[in-house]
């Protein structure tokens, strides 16, 4: 529905308005230009907020993106049965603002004082020449996308450290000789430091793990897609169960995922250490228990940025407000493996 959308929005607007901006600048009618690219602006706005908003979704399954006020995002606590402070406190993993490193804090549960929600601003922009040769619905095309791209990334990005931080914070790394060794372990973890059975549903692994399953000829092993597996582990008396491994490149060694764990605090990371003789970190989530991940996004701005002229140069820009926590971080989890296979 979207693409379709988007497709009709795209030829309403080369008609009406990318036409219009093209004819006025060959004409050097600067106005006529500014007014063409805000009505391509306003044409834009609820495409991007729709495109940014399922990409969110798809990518972050164990978050659940919550549509509501802020009012109602500050007092929106689901209930809670692991890592309470006191009867009207809990631990909170959020990010305090824009650039700084996930935290925790002791939230109150009854609060209805908006700093309970860590809320900041991420914006993104894009400029180029003004020149009409390069005026086309194609090129316009592209750029939205580009900034589409720019948000799903920084929102992508912020809520995933936040869930790294909440791991980090259980102070224990569960290691296994092999992928399916792990979960087991960390099933038999959960069982009896949790009480917990459910254990993960969602274990993200880096390319070289993922790569060893997939070219193994394990009848326990389904592939619905190039990105991600289903594999089933059985774990005694427990039974089998059936886990969802998406491959996460940010998670091999030297990427952001395996930097921001590992670098120490006065680099930029958690500083964690490795276990010994281990080949591979993996991030496991349950996203069943989602309601205890929360992201929330307010609307996103677009904007022509027509001031330039003396430049000659046009853009557009815009931001939005957001924010995200996890407030049980009994339903993430890290691992490591020995070897790949």
């Known amino acids: 529905m979207t693409k379709e959308f988007l497709a009709s929005v795209t030829k309403t607007t080369e008609s009406d308005h990318i036409q219009s901006a093209i004819d006025a600048l060959n004409n050097d009618t600067f106005g006529l230009y500014v007014q063409a690219m805000h009505d391509f602006a306003k044409a834009y706005q609820p ?19 919550l549509d509501l006020t802020v ?30 490193l996930p935290q925790r804090f002791a939230h109150e549960i009854d609060s209805s004082s908006d700093d309970s929600l ?40 912020d809520a995933e450290l936040v869930a ?3 791991a980090f914070h259980k102070n224990s790394v569960i290691v296994g000789e092999n992928l399916a060794d792990c979960l087991h372990n960390i099933m038999m973890y959960d069982i009896r430091d949790n009480n917990n059975i459910q254990s993960l549903t969602d274990i993200y692994v880096g390319d070289e793990v993922f790569l060893g399953l997939q070219n193994t000829a394990d009848t326990q092993i ?15 008396r427990v039974g089998e169960q059936t886990y969802t491994i998406h491959r996460a490149s940010n998670i091999n060694i030297g990427q952001p995922w395996s930097q921001f764990l590992t670098l ?7 500083g964690l250490v490795r276990p010994e003789n281990t080949h591979s970190l993996i991030f496991g ?7 205890r991940m929360q992201l929330w996004k307010g ?3 677009f904007y022509p940025a027509c001031d330039q002229h003396r430049a000659q140069t046009l853009g557009f820009y815009g931001w939005m407000n957001m924010a995200c926590r996890v407030l049980d971080n009994k339903y993430v989890q890290l691992g490591a493996v020995r070897s790949a296979r």
């Open 47 to 65: 495409v991007i907020a729709c495109e940014v908003h399922e990409a969110v979704r798809k990518r972050l399954p164990y978050f659940t993106v």
């Open 71 to 100: 009012d109602q995002m500050t007092k929106h606590i689901p209930p809670v049965d692991c890592g309470t402070l006191t009867d009207d406190k809990m631990w909170a993993y959020q990010m305090k603002d824009h650039g700084y």
């Open 118 to 157: 860590k809320i900041y601003r991420i914006g993104h922009s894009y400029d180029w020449y003004c020149g009409p040769a390069i005026m086309t619905s194609e090129f316009l095309n592209n750029i939205v996308q580009s900034y589409i791209n720019g948000f799903i990334k920084k929102i992508c990005s």
């Open 164 to 166: 790294l931080t909440a």
């Open 222 to 236: 389904v592939n619905p897609n190039k990105d991600s597996l289903w594999y089933t582990v059985n774990h005694g």
């Open 264 to 270: 120490k605090p006065d680099q930029g990371g958690l």
């Open 285 to 291: 989530v349950n996203s069943h228990n989602s309601e």
């Open 299 to 301: 609307d996103i701005g």
